[in-house]
């Protein structure tokens, strides 16, 4: 059974900071996705990863994917306000064809002024 | 403009009776699915369907039905045999090669009373 775990599940931190949320995984896979879920709002896809070494970043936010250890990285950059929001990874299994992605729990970020 | 419509956003159910949440998309994705998410968790995959008349049961299909009669629709039925239902439902549809990226309905918040 695949397993994502991401860490720190709460995260505050004050506007200019940096940080990084890490996502785990427990089975073979190349294909890592994360998402940003506004409060009480459905999912707004960011980054799609599908190789190993692969990097993407887009405005304050840089995603990784190391698929020899089975890790993502999302790094946030001078944090500002708009970025508070609850981050999830997804990682689709490579057992079925099409998707079939398992969510980590979700990384709820607070930037505070 | 294309994308994901759920309806409705809001439902109030009594125990004991069947709902249906209604899920349509124009984006002409063959592949759609149903995700559940509980306060402060992550998503966790109900039922996925990849082409018309075909569908397979998630991680947690017990008390959900669906169908797939149409490749632009696919409801989802909670039973009264779900024990928990009050949740927020979301809905995805994805193509079924390249990325395998998920794109997200609006969501549907079920209370059971």
């Known amino acids: 059974e695949l397993k994502v775990e991401q860490n720190p599940l709460f995260l505050s931190m004050q506007e200019g900071k940096n940080y990084t949320i890490y996502c785990n995984y427990s089975?073979?896979?190349?294909?890592l996705y994360w998402y940003r879920q506004d409060p009480g709002k459905s999912l707004e896809s960011l980054f799609v990863?599908?190789?190993?070494?692969a990097v993407k970043q887009e405005g304050r936010l840089m995603a990784s994917l190391d698929t020899k250890a089975r890790l993502s990285t999302l790094h946030i950059t001078a944090a500002v306000h708009d970025l508070s929001a609850t981050y999830f990874c997804?990682?689709?299994?490579?057992?079925?064809?099409?998707?079939?992605?398992?969510f980590g729990e979700g990384t709820q970020l607070t930037v505070n002024p | 403009d294309g994308g994901i419509t759920q309806s409705p956003k809001y439902l109030f159910r009594k125990e004991g009776q069947n709902v249906t949440l209604s899920c349509e998309q124009n984006l002409n994705h063959d592949a759609m699915y149903w995700y559940r998410q509980d306060p402060g968790q992550g998503l966790r995959l109900i039922y996925y369907s990849q082409i018309v008349n075909d569908f397979q049961k998630g991680d947690i299909a017990e008390g959900y039905s669906v169908s797939r009669e149409k490749k632009e629709s696919f409801p989802l039925t909670v039973t009264s045999a779900q024990k928990n239902p009050t949740a927020f439902y979301l809905c995805a549809s994805s193509t079924t090669v390249n990325t395998g990226e998920l794109f997200f309905g609006e969501g549907s918040r079920l209370t059971v009373l």
């Open positions: 089975t073979t896979s190349d294909r």
């Open positions: 990863l599908l190789s190993n070494g």
């Open positions: 997804a990682v689709d299994s490579e057992e079925t064809s099409g998707s079939r992605l398992t």
